[in-house]
């Protein structure tokens, strides 16, 4: 159990470290919107993700792969020398967890609270919008809202916000429903 808490407290020390380079450098946004686009990267390309999570990958292939990622995506300099920083510690393998402890950070220090939505039913921007709009009203905060359309919740829709969960989902019914006839 130690050993998770030296893991996160590490995570959280790099993606610290981020946030504030990037404030002093005043390209914070930049550092933002490309580490959001990495992160995409690094969920949407499973041969990527193999990749930082191989242990026996030496330095210098994670270097000259990074820096290959780096240039085709004409990455912030200061970001490209964190990666190459993380990389030297051989901490690559923490990257997924640094990049999201560090939007954590820019995302909190605006003043937004993260929303996760799930639909049984695929939303359009419109109905996406109202949702989040109906939550800032509600928390009175901005949003940042993570939409994903989930086909098993057979019905309706989950929202956490926080530490708040609604549940209206058919499917969280009928387990409901379940619990009770198995008591019975």
Known sequence: MTDNKVTFA?????????????NESGSLNEIENQASGML???????????????PTNKIEQQTAAFDLISDKLNFN??????LSFVISKRRLFFIEKIIEDFLD???KNRGEIKADLSSSKELN???????????ASNFEANIKLNYKYDPSLIGGLII????TMIDTSIKSKLKQL???????
């Open 10 to 22: 590490s995570t959280n020390s790099y993606s610290q470290a981020l946030y504030e380079l990037g």
């Open 77 to 82: 300099k200061l970001l490209k020398k964190f």
């Open 160 to 163: 956490k916000v926080e530490s």
């Open 178 to 184: 379940e619990t009770k006839m198995v008591e019975a």
């Open 40 to 54: 995409k990267l690094i969920s949407l390309n499973v041969e990527l993700k193999n990749f930082i999570k191989n």
């Open 125 to 135: 921007e419109k109905e996406i919008l109202k949702i989040k709009d109906e939550l």
């Open 105 to 107: 950070a820019c995302s």
